[in-house]
Structure formats: C-alpha cells, structure tokens
C-alpha cells in the first residue's frame, strides 16, 4: 500500500527539503526585498518602514494557528503553503517592471509572508507527527542546517545571480581612464553643458568627455570644494542624482508654520546628524570632471542606471560625486557628471581605471524571482509526492471552533500569569533592540555610494559578504553559542553572550568612517558581526524555551516567538527615517547606544542555574 511506504520513507528524503522550503521565503521576504528595493532606487525611509511591516504575519500567527489543526492535515497545508509562495514570488516577477511596482510587489510579499508563517506552524507539526521522539532529537540538527542553508541559498546565491544578471543584461559598459601627476595642469576645466554624443542609429551607450581624464596632484581645496558643490548641482538639477538628506529650504522657510513632524525631523537632524563635508579629505588634492552622455532615448518609463566603480589603479584616485546616476527619457539628452579627486598626500604620477554598468536592474531581479518561483513550485509538486503520511496527520474534525477559542483564551491567560512575565517581555522585545535596526540598514549601507557615507559595493559583492562570508559567521556562532551553553548552562553564558550581541555593533561604526576600499577588511567586519549576533542569539532563543516550559510549552514557546518578531519589527520601521536623518556614521553610534537596552534587561531575570547544562553523575 502507497501509505505503508510513505510512513516507513527515510526522512533524509524529506526532512532537509522541508526546512529549505521553510528558510527560503523567509529569506525572500526580509532580506532579498530590501536588496531589491535598494536597487531599484527606493530609499531607506521607505525600505525599513514598509519592509519591517512584513514582520506582522509571524508576530500574529499564533492567532491562526489553532485553525491549522482545525482544518485539513498538516501534509495539505504544507504543500499549498509551498505552491501559494510560489504563485506569489511569480506575481512579484511579473510586476516588478510595472509603474507602481513598490505597491504592488508589498502587497506581494504581504501575502508571501502569510503563507510562509502559515507552511512554519504546518511545517514544525508536521515534524512532529511524522517522527517519533527519538528521531525528532535525531532530525532536529539537520532542520536548523538546511534552514542556514536556505538561508546562504537566498542572501548568498540569489543576491550573486542578480548582480550576475544586472551588469550582464546592460549597454556596453563604460570606461574611465585617469591619469594624474603634476606636470598637468593645475586648473580644473568644467567641460560643456551641451550633450555631444552620437545620436545616430546605433546602440544605446554611453560616452565620456575626456576620454582620458588627467589631473594636476597640485592641490587647491577652495577649488575643490567649489567643483564638487557644481557638479552635484548639476546632477540634482537634472534627476540625474537625488539630493543628500539635509535641512530641507522648505522646512526651513516654513518656519513656526511648518508641521511638528518637519520641526522635530530638523532638530534631529540638527542636533545629532552628520555634518557631511562636501569633499572627502579636509585636506583636498585636485579634482577632474568627466561629462557622461547617453546616445538615445530609454523607452518610456525605462530607468538606464549607470554604476561607476574603482576598475584598477592607485587608490588615491577616486569618485566623490557621481557614483550612481539615472537616465531617462526626460533627461537623456542632457550630460551628467562624474567628479574625480586625488588624494592630497599624492604628489607622483599615477593612474586609475573606473568601470560604468548599466545593467537592466529590473529585469535581472524578475528573472531572479522567476527562478525562485520555478524551485518553490517544483518543491511543492516533489513533496505533494515524497512526505509520508502518518495516521496521526488528521484534521480536529471533533473540535469546534468556540471550543478552539476558548482554549486559546485560556492558554493567552496562562502565559501572561506566569512569574517574571514583565521582565520577560522587556527582554523578549530589548534584548535585539541594536540589532533590530542595524539589520534593516546593512545592505543599504553596503550599496550606497561613498559620497552619502555607503561602501559602494555592487549588488553581487553584496551577495558574497552578507550573503555568504555573513551567514557562515551567524551559523558559527550559533554553533558555538549552542556547545558553550550546554557545557554551562543558560546563566552562566548569558552575560558573556549579550555583551556579544552589543559589542560585535561596533565594527559597523569602525565601516562607515573608515569606508575601507578592501573587501577583505569588509568581510572581516561582516563576519565579526554576524558571529557576535549568532552567539548572543542562542541566549534569547534559550531563554524563550526556558519562559515557555510548562503546560502549553507548545502555545506559550508560540506567543514568545510573536514578541520576538514583534521586538524585530517595531524599532526596524523607524530605522531608515532615522538613517536618512542623522547619516550612518551617527546611526551606528546611535545603535551602539541602544546596547545598553540590552545588557540592562539581563540584569533583572532570574534563571535556573542548572537549565540548559548537561547533567552530570552524582558520586
């Protein structure tokens, strides 16, 4: 019989696909998005504030929970979740090159979201049905690694394929070549403001005037700073760039009658944001411009983005404006402008080469949700095949839905009469506080141009730090967190673990003013974080485990994993408002500050000495 077979399959056939399947659209959801959104020019305000709306579906699921054993079995809401999610990342393939993709794509992933938190309550009982108890324990180490896996797959692989396919979908890319020394002139030449480019019937590209940009190292900061502020102008006026967040002249002129909301935002930005000097150096050495054209009109609505980046050469060559720039068909016929300066302590002749892509940003990210969306849907069809089916896996056709209310009623009333319940949600929602709004700002700040205090990393570099160096810190430090804590006890690790979590932050503020221009030093940092995340991690989620022992551990540990989310979604939403205000260097200050929630909350629990440490013998 088909069912004897199914019950008696190995879970190796199942176990690790099912749990890849459930990291996967999390993954989608919480961190691709913002990659995406990044890329295709949403800002930050907006990117934290709507993607930590996203949150919502896992901080309210055990509210719907109890209708998942209600109805149906946990195999059928495994495999719709599965061809749901996929349907939903197709339809954000679909409209990402639509007009009001931002709406649209949210209103996707909103329903993304659900699904997924729905296939996690599916997943988890399925889990247990399935297997007996030995085999849970056997399983449970192979669940959390294809989940990290899924995870590496989707901020690792995914991120690097659409970086693959925006610089390879694109015009020909752009070439820069600076020589500097001091036998050049010392006088910085503004080219034309008139477009002087081919305009025939040839391919879309881009042209540069001077082809070869050369730059006396005699320096002259006035000259400097006068070039820089004549080139952003340039390009603001144009739409070829967006102004950097200052003290807005409308607010400003507002006065008394502008609304509280505008006042309060310029005393933040007044009191404690960034007084972003207009060259990089106080000190500046000389500066050269180059006029960039593009050779036709972009379809209408159609965005060309052309990326500048260091090629090879001395690094004392280098962009301060110009980085990222936008054409389209409202102003494709007039020149953009790229600002390249010397270092002052440059004084011998020197080159640099620059690289400027223009890849089809949106198409590389629908394709990328296409290839999502095929695997999701192929997931689902290979486990609507290959997942047993235990007897145990039926719906609660007994139980009626006031019955389910009343005993959900009574498990909420349970959880919030147990000891130490306020202390225990202060640190279910501060303990990550830091973490919280760093996690919203990372990609953002790996991708922006140096010019507005980013590293300037392209969307595949992204892919490999965060995506890949990142996650295999997070998965060392849980690992590690893991073994430690076992060996001692929660009580014992969860000091040195929260001064983890806290400390780790720092090396973001060491980033965002070094801007180091090596990848290897960036990766460094990223894993350093990330395995001070993944270390202090393992104290919170043991701790949820210990607050949720007890009758309805089950329900309880639920409700605890919604604070989580909710701890992780509340300050997130104000991030990115925060950042545009105050700049990075300041807002990774500001997130160091917020370590002190952290370590205050673990002052006041109160923890079995012996919970978590592996028993002993007693002679």
Same mark, same amino acid.
């Given at each position: 019989?088909?069912?004897?077979?199914?019950?008696?399959?190995?879970?190796?056939?199942?176990?690790?696909?099912?749990?890849?399947?459930?990291?996967?659209?999390?993954?989608?959801?919480?961190?691709?998005?913002?990659?995406?959104?990044?890329?295709?020019? *949403?800002?930050?305000?907006?990117?934290?504030?709507?993607?930590?709306?996203?949150?919502?579906?896992?901080? *309210?699921?055990?509210?719907?929970?109890?209708?998942?054993?209600?109805?149906?079995?946990?195999?059928?809401?495994?495999?719709?979740?599965?061809?749901?999610?996929?349907?939903?990342?197709?339809?954000?393939?679909?409209?990402?090159?639509?007009?009001?993709?931002? /709406?649209?794509?949210?209103?996707?992933?909103?329903?993304?979201?659900?699904?997924?938190?729905?296939?996690?309550?599916?997943?988890?009982?399925?889990?247990?049905?399935?297997?007996?108890?030995?085999?849970?324990?056997?399983?449970?180490? *192979?669940?959390?690694?294809?989940?990290?896996?899924?995870?590496?797959?989707?901020?690792?692989?995914?991120?690097?394929?659409?970086?693959? @396919?925006?610089?390879?979908?694109? @015009?020909?890319?752009?070439?820069?070549?600076?020589?500097?020394?001091?036998?050049?002139?010392?006088?910085?030449?503004?080219?034309?403001?008139?477009?002087?480019?081919?305009?025939?019937?040839? #391919?879309?590209?881009?042209?540069?005037?001077?082809?070869?940009?050369?730059?006396?190292?005699?320096?002259?900061?006035?000259?400097?700073?006068?070039?820089?502020?004549?080139?952003?102008?340039?390009?603001?006026?144009?739409?070829?760039?967006?102004?950097?967040?200052?003290?807005?002249?409308?607010?400003?002129?507002?006065?008394?009658?502008?609304?509280? @909301?505008?006042?309060?935002?310029?005393?933040?930005?007044?009191?404690?944001?960034? #007084?972003?000097?207009?060259?990089?150096?106080?000190?500046?050495?000389? =500066?050269?411009?180059?006029?960039?054209? @593009?050779?036709?009109?972009?379809?209408?609505?159609?965005?060309?983005?052309?990326?500048?980046?260091?090629?090879?050469?001395?690094?004392?060559?280098?962009?301060?404006?110009?980085?990222?720039?936008?054409?389209?068909?409202?102003?494709?016929?007039?020149?953009?402008? =790229?600002?390249?300066?010397?270092?002052?302590?440059?004084?011998?002749?020197?080159?640099?080469?620059?690289?400027?892509?223009?890849? /089809?940003?949106?198409?590389?990210?629908?394709?990328?949700?296409?290839?999502?969306?095929?695997?999701? =849907?192929?997931?689902?069809?290979?486990? #609507?095949?290959?997942?047993?089916?235990?007897?145990?896996?039926?719906?609660?056709?007994?139980?009626?839905?006031?019955?389910?209310?009343?005993?959900?009623?009574?498990?909420?009333?349970?959880?919030?009469?147990?000891?130490? !319940?306020?202390?225990?949600?202060?640190?279910?929602?501060?303990?990550?506080?830091?973490?919280?709004?760093?996690?919203?700002?990372?990609?953002?700040?790996?991708?922006?141009?140096?010019?507005?205090?980013?590293?300037?990393?392209?969307?595949?570099?992204?892919?490999?730090?965060?995506?890949?160096?990142?996650?295999?810190?997070?998965?060392?430090?849980? !690992?590690?967190?893991?073994?430690?804590?076992? #060996?001692?006890?929660?009580?014992?690790?969860?000091?040195?673990?929260?001064?983890? *979590?806290?400390?780790?932050?720092?090396?973001?503020?060491?980033?965002?003013?070094? /801007?180091?221009?090596?990848?290897?030093?960036?990766?460094?940092?990223?894993?350093?974080? /990330?395995?001070?995340?993944?270390?202090?991690?393992?104290?919170?989620?043991?701790?949820? !485990?210990?607050?949720?022992?007890?009758?309805?551990?089950?329900?309880?540990?639920?409700?605890?994993?919604?604070?989580?989310?909710?701890?992780?979604?509340?300050?997130?939403?104000?991030?990115?408002?925060?950042?545009?205000?105050?700049?990075?260097?300041?807002?990774?200050?500001?997130?160091?500050?917020?370590?002190?929630?952290?370590?205050?909350?673990?002052?006041?629990?109160? =923890?079995?000495?012996?919970?978590?440490?592996?028993?002993?013998?007693?002679?």
């Amino acid at each position: 019989m088909h069912t004897h077979s199914s019950r008696n399959r190995s879970p190796w056939g199942w176990v690790p696909t099912l749990y890849f399947a459930q990291g996967l659209p999390y993954v989608a959801v919480m961190t691709i998005s913002v990659i995406m959104y990044k890329r295709l020019g *949403i800002s930050n305000t907006d990117i934290a504030l709507y993607t930590s709306w996203l949150y919502l579906p896992w901080v *309210i699921k055990p509210f719907w929970s109890p209708f998942v054993d209600l109805l149906k079995t946990k195999r059928w809401w495994v495999v719709a979740m599965q061809m749901l999610v996929g349907a939903g990342l197709a339809g954000i393939a679909f409209t990402i090159p639509a007009p009001h993709f931002f /709406q649209i794509t949210l209103a996707i992933f909103w329903l993304v979201a659900f699904s997924s938190a729905t296939h996690d309550i599916a997943a988890d009982g399925f889990y247990m049905l399935a297997l007996d108890s030995h085999r849970q324990a056997m399983y449970v180490g *192979i669940r959390s690694t294809f989940y990290r896996v899924a995870t590496i797959a989707g901020q690792g692989l995914l991120v690097i394929l659409a970086g693959w @396919l925006e610089s390879s979908t694109g @015009l020909t890319p752009l070439t820069l070549d600076v020589q500097a020394g001091p036998q050049y002139a010392s006088e910085t030449a503004l080219p034309s403001t008139l477009h002087t480019t081919d305009t025939g019937t040839g #391919k879309m590209h881009f042209t540069a005037t001077p082809a070869v940009l050369e730059i006396s190292t005699e320096a002259d900061p006035a000259r400097v700073d006068s070039v820089n502020a004549w080139v952003t102008r340039q390009n603001i006026a144009n739409g070829f760039a967006v102004a950097a967040p200052t003290a807005s002249a409308a607010t400003l002129a507002a006065g008394n009658n502008a609304p509280s @909301l505008n006042r309060f935002e310029h005393f933040i930005r007044e009191t404690f944001g960034e #007084k972003r000097e207009t060259s990089r150096h106080p000190l500046s050495g000389n =500066i050269g411009v180059v006029k960039v054209c @593009l050779s036709q009109k972009p379809a209408p609505g159609e965005t060309v983005v052309l990326n500048t980046v260091f090629q090879r050469g001395d690094r004392s060559i280098f962009i301060t404006q110009g980085e990222r720039l936008e054409f389209t068909e409202a102003n494709w016929d007039k020149p953009a402008y =790229i600002a390249i300066q010397t270092d002052p302590k440059l004084r011998q002749a020197s080159t640099a080469s620059f690289e400027g892509t223009s890849g /089809q940003i949106a198409l590389a990210w629908s394709i990328t949700f296409f290839v999502l969306a095929g695997f999701f =849907i192929a997931i689902g069809l290979y486990h #609507k095949y290959i997942l047993p089916r235990p007897a145990a896996d039926r719906a609660v056709c007994r139980a009626t839905a006031s019955n389910i209310f009343r005993e959900f009623l009574a498990t909420f009333v349970s959880f919030f009469r147990k000891k130490q !319940i306020g202390i225990a949600l202060l640190f279910m929602l501060l303990y990550r506080l830091p973490e919280a709004q760093l996690v919203k700002l990372i990609n953002p700040f790996l991708l922006d141009p140096r010019e507005m205090g980013g590293l300037g990393l392209t969307t595949g570099q992204v892919g490999l730090v965060y995506g890949t160096i990142g996650i295999l810190g997070l998965t060392l430090g849980g !690992i590690i967190g893991g073994i430690v804590a076992a #060996k001692g006890g929660l009580r014992r690790w969860l000091w040195p673990m929260a001064w983890s *979590i806290s400390l780790t932050c720092a090396t973001f503020v060491y980033l965002s003013y070094a /801007q180091p221009d090596s990848l290897w030093v960036i990766n460094l940092c990223v894993f350093i974080e /990330q395995f001070g995340y993944g270390f202090g991690f393992t104290a919170y989620m043991l701790y949820l !485990i210990y607050f949720s022992e007890g009758e309805h551990s089950t329900a309880h540990y639920a409700i605890c994993t919604a604070f989580m989310a909710l701890g992780m979604m509340l300050p997130g939403m104000a991030a990115g408002w925060l950042q545009e205000l105050i700049g990075y260097k300041h807002f990774f200050n500001w997130v160091m500050i917020c370590c002190v929630a952290t370590i205050a909350v673990c002052a006041f629990l109160k =923890i079995d000495p012996d919970y978590g440490r592996k028993k002993t013998d007693v002679r």
